[in-house]
């Protein structure tokens, strides 16, 4: 349905009435806010573009009358948006705990979510130079969760149902051994102290790799205290390993040299 030549209004009902003058049509509806009567042409709701015009309330809908228009959202302010309680140190695990903000569970997840982005990031990088492993990267990215929700899931106050939903089987790490025989068969023995380099896509899963032990330190004292399943520290163990033979497979195939570790003179 097309626009009359005086607004917003469909074509051939005559001119629209400016919006400020326009009241509803069902008896329930609130009163309108308070609006300027030169309305812009968009104004910001939390974000997002909205299109406030004559005839179409919020979004400019055309074929509406003012009478039907929507009312007007205008944004709310960023004070009034900020949670009125502050925080108190603590978070919820899994099972409904409340512990600390620095306990080790906290700890361990907040180094397997820095993994996670630091794997994203030489994800990005490998997947500029057609490197086929991008999609092997993608998978450990979706095992990281998995791991995330068994540290989440303390073993000493957890219920049969939470224990059924996160546990985490031994046949990630087998996958990722294989994983390891497959690279390191085609790399060169390795004679020399290796130093982070190599181009951006081996430097990047060198960093993933030492972050990844940083997560495994994390996660030991849980397994040793019996609160999370062993399977998780193993599986960060070889994914350390998969990263460093990784970053060396990615340097070999973009023809990138390794820069080796030279023992300074005194």
């Known amino acids: 349905m097309g ?7 469909p074509a051939g ?21 308070a609006a300027p009567a030169a309305i812009g042409p968009r104004r910001s709701t ?23 228009a929507p009312w007007l959202r205008w944004p709310v302010p960023a004070s009034e948006r900020r949670p009125r309680a502050l925080p108190k140190g603590f978070s919820s695990t899994f099972t409904g705990e409340r512990r600390p903000k620095g306990d080790q569970i906290f700890e361990a997840l907040g180094a397997t979510d820095e993994l996670s982005s630091a794997i994203g990031l030489a994800g990005e990088f490998s997947s500029e130079k057609g490197h086929t492993f991008v999609e092997q990267l993608h998978k450990v990215q979706c095992m990281l969760q998995d791991v995330g929700s068994n540290i989440a899931t303390p073993l000493s106050s957890a219920r049969e149902a939470h224990l ?21 068969e085609q790399l060169p023995p390795l004679r020399a102290f290796i130093l982070p380099s190599g181009g951006k896509s ?3 899963l060198h960093f993933s790799r030492a972050v990844c032990r940083r997560a495994e330190r994390c996660v ?18 070889r994914l350390s ?12 195939k973009e023809g990138k040299e390794e820069k080796i570790y030279i023992k300074p003179e005194p």
């Open 3 to 9: 626009r009359g030549p005086g607004g917003g209004g």
């Open 13 to 33: 009902e005559g001119p629209v009435l400016p919006l400020t003058t326009c009241a509803p049509t069902a008896p329930t509806a609130p009163p309108p806010p």
């Open 220 to 237: 030991v004292p849980l397994v040793q205290a019996g609160e999370a399943d062993p399977n998780v520290a193993k599986y960060l163990n």
């Open 241 to 252: 390993d998969y990263l460093f033979v990784l970053a060396r497979y990615a340097a070999m």
């Open 202 to 204: 081996s430097a990047a």
């Open 164 to 184: 059924k939903r996160t546990y985490f089987s031994e046949k990630p790490v087998l996958e990722l051994e294989q994983w390891i025989d497959s690279y390191s």
């Open 46 to 68: 939390r974000g997002r573009e909205t299109q406030v015009a004559p005839g179409g309330g919020e979004g400019g809908t055309s074929g509406q009358s003012p009478a039907r």
